[in-house]
């Protein structure tokens, strides 16, 4: 449990709720005007929509590739390639459209959460941040050809993953300005000095929220990548068996899109732990060494910080580090196994 002040927590509720999405009361209204519901799961109708819209990805990327005009010059015999292939791509545009709508609902919520208004000076610059970003990755993977036959490079279907590319470029620009946003509210002062102590540990516990979940919804969606770019070796040996596929492509790019999820998602942690730091010192400060009792205080301060997430478990830090790093492992994964 986490001590407060007994002047605090007789307060009313209501008092002590303000500027927190998610708490009661004041923090209620907050919710309505800004459209913030972090602990509330969609509804059904929501869920619905969600599904529709990853179907109707689906749909798109499936017949993107098998009625592309590329696609005639599979034969019955190696047509299966092209089939799988299409589907991973389908799968990949269902998830990658719903995730982008689901980040960009995150990413609006963070945006309408700061005081005393949205910061559209700064969305914009994370959002041009987020471009320079995909402009980085594209030009360390763009000059790489997926294959070769006697020297010559092969692209097929090189027209549509290039409008691939730049859709999962679009997608993921939500992911990346969430992590922003993230960061950016936890590391202005402006945004804690006026809130009461239970709204400012209750705000820490809902940006750890938000980031576990940015982390999760756009790890799958650049592992998803990932598997498609290494299955596409697949496709150009069908089609050219005597192609030459670089097979540590798959991995650079993996190692790309790790290193750029590491990058946000540890700038987004680090502004959270220093907020929570400056919180523990604020609310639980180190006793005095030569105080008579020091278990007390220290007892309190451990507890406010195990609350916050300061002292990560080792599970939590496991799994983050999954998410992170789990475009590089699939495709370590992919080139060890036997072609």
């Not at 005007?33 to 749909?59: C, N, Q, Y």
């Not at 590329?70 to 389908?90: C, P, Q």
């Not at 498609?228 to 492509?249: E, K």
């Not at 604020?282 to 916050?308: G, K, V």
């Amino acid at each position: 449990m986490v001590e407060l002040d007994a002047g605090q927590s007789a307060e009313p509720q209501k008092k002590t709720s303000a500027g927190v999405p998610g708490s009661n009361s004041e923090g209620d209204n907050l919710q309505r005007s800004s459209g913030v519901h972090a602990d509330e799961s969609p509804g059904t109708w929501a869920l619905v929509i969600l599904l529709a819209v990853a179907t109707l990805g689906a749909l798109l990327g499936n017949l993107l590739i098998l009625h592309a005009p590329d696609a005639a010059r599979f034969t019955s015999a190696n047509k299966a390639a092209l089939e799988l292939w299409a589907g991973l791509i389908g799968l990949l545009c269902g998830y990658g459209l719903a995730a982008m709508v689901v980040m960009t609902r995150w990413s609006w919520q963070l945006l309408k959460t700061f005081r005393p208004g949205t910061p559209w000076l700064s969305a914009a610059g994370w959002l041009l941040a987020a471009c320079l970003t995909l402009v980085v990755i594209a030009q360390l993977t763009a000059r790489i050809p997926a294959g070769s036959v006697n020297g010559r490079p092969v692209h097929p279907l090189s027209h549509q993953i290039l409008g691939l590319s730049i859709a999962g470029g679009i997608a993921a620009i939500p992911g990346f300005v969430g992590f922003l946003a993230v960061r950016s509210l936890a590391g202005d002062d402006s945004q804690w000095d006026e809130k009461k102590p239970q709204c400012q540990i209750l705000m820490i516990v809902w940006l750890r929220r938000y980031l576990r979940r940015l982390l999760a919804t756009f790890g799958l969606f650049l592992t998803l990548y990932v598997v498609a770019t290494a299955a596409r070796r697949q496709l150009i040996l069908a089609l050219h068996p005597n192609a030459a596929y670089p097979s540590d492509y798959p991995v650079l790019i993996g190692l790309i899109f790790a290193a750029a999820l590491a990058l946000y998602h540890v700038m987004a942690t680090m502004a959270i732990n220093s907020r929570c730091e400056r919180l523990l010192d604020e609310y639980a400060p180190f006793p005095n060494p030569h105080a008579d009792d020091i278990s007390t205080p220290l007892s309190r301060r451990q507890d406010l910080a195990a609350f916050l997430g300061a002292d990560s478990s080792w599970q939590q830090t496991f799994q983050n580090g999954v998410f992170v790093l789990a475009p590089l492992l699939t495709a370590l994964i992919g080139t060890a196994l036997p072609k």
